[in-house]
């Protein structure tokens, strides 16, 4: 619709997730107007992130370095894993300031409609850390969704002969939540992990 | 909360108009994992368009040369001159495919709350052109809301002596719409713009 570089930029955004049409080219008008100097540092964010940015050879997380800033610190507890879908979740976890152990990142859950199986996820590498590393509790934090459940059921029985205790994030009533407005699954899953108050 | 590069990339994209944290998060790590060729495009998307479009020197709409396409169109009417707020509305007026005339892009409407009085428009620029230009009607197609219909009065009236037709986009029911669901104002529109069907 418009002319060359305009359009250009237009498409390109909307080829980011989260991004319509009218989105994309509202956000290119807006860098048509903007300051050159902040889009110049919009367009080398791009470009550094996808020079400098790797994943930690250890746990998989984002990381500027070999390994990532949890993999590093001597300060976590070397004998928890947190086992995460995506950087992000590892990242959703740290705001809670509640755990203090360490992390591995799958890159992602099973889902055989989408082709990912577990060989495309970094199940293999945390087999290996099993083996090197003093790990006695692996906490498997995946989503609480259709792909995170099939991914902890496949990696709890892969991980049922080890020795090592396998635990899952409890599902329930949303803190704040409004017990009427759950679903019948969280509502039921709220029931079954329902706790005992007078010891 | 993320390393270097990666929250870098989160700020600069939170910057922009419509696109929150949470979206932020999730294009940088988009990127992330993107094909590198493609992600450079989109930086280099975001360059050329600051490099390359200049705004016209006729009528302010977006292009790569001295004028726009169309006011390089020798086809259109160069009598009807519709005057629009922004680069997008010229867009929204040719996918109708129902004016052939040639527009004037004003780059805001009148917003004293946000310090947008005439003279921050292309208002004095279009004066110019009723001189230079043998224009016979000024179409005034601001948007319909406060801003829009404050600019198109303001138009109005300074366009009142000077003997060519101004007229105003109709308001009204949308096309497809429910009467029902319409509301009081676009309602009350309709009513004051009504036609006679028998002639």
Known sequence: MYEGAVQELIDEFGR??????????????????????DMNRLADAIRV?????????ICFNVTEQET??????PKRDETVLCVV??????????????????YHV???????IGGVGPDQLHIRELLGRLNDEKIQEIIIATDPNLE?????????????????????????????????YADEVTLGRAFEGRRTLNS
Chains 1, 2 share one sequence.
């Open 16 to 37: 980011l997730p989260g991004i319509g049409p009218k989105s994309a080219q509202r956000i290119a008008f807006h860098i048509l107007e903007a300051d050159r100097e």
């Open 49 to 57: 992130v996808k020079d400098k940015v790797k994943f930690c050879s």
């Open 68 to 73: 990532c800033s949890i993999c590093r610190d």
């Open 85 to 102: 879908e995506e950087s992000k979740d590892v990242m959703a976890v740290e705001r809670t300031r509640s755990f203090r152990g360490r």
């Open 106 to 112: 799958l890159g992602g859950s099973i889902n055989p």
């Open 148 to 180: 995170g459940e099939a991914t902890a059921t496949y990696l709890g029985r892969l991980l049922s002969t080890i020795g090592i205790r396998v635990t899952r994030l409890a599902s329930g009533l949303p803190v704040g939540g409004d017990l009427e």
